[in-house]
Nanobody, 117 residues
């Protein structure tokens, strides 16, 4: 599975961005996908996830502001981010999982999101 993330940029606080993650390769084997982020000097953290069946989960700080979705026909996952805050500034990574093993986790290259105050 190969992942290509895009859609990052610079936005003012309160603004919106939509990230995309295009999957290719053995996409039929993907069980779930998710978004993570890593701010400068911090560890990568989980943001949101969506299962093959469409169930979603969110990290508490983004609930009500971010929406994860997936177009299975196009093999693209999205993260709609509204009411962005400076603390959302980070490199955002997408991940696809085909199983539980570490070797079953696939990562995109990351896209920078910068929110100015």
């Amino acid at each position: 599975v190969q992942l290509q993330a895009s859609g990052g940029g610079l936005v003012q606080a309160g603004g919106s961005l939509r990230l995309s993650c295009a999957a290719s390769g053995s996409t039929v084997s993907i069980l779930g996908m998710g978004w993570y982020r890593q701010a400068p000097g911090k560890q990568r953290e989980w943001v949101a996830e969506i299962s093959r069946g469409g169930n979603t989960n969110y990290e508490d700080s983004v609930k009500g502001r971010f929406t994860i979705s997936r177009d299975t026909a196009k093999n693209i996952m999205y993260l709609q981010m509204n009411n962005l805050k400076p603390e959302d500034t980070a490199v955002y990574y997408c991940k696809a999982s085909t199983g539980l093993a570490a070797t079953d986790q696939y990562w995109g290259q990351g896209t920078q999101v910068t929110v100015s105050s």
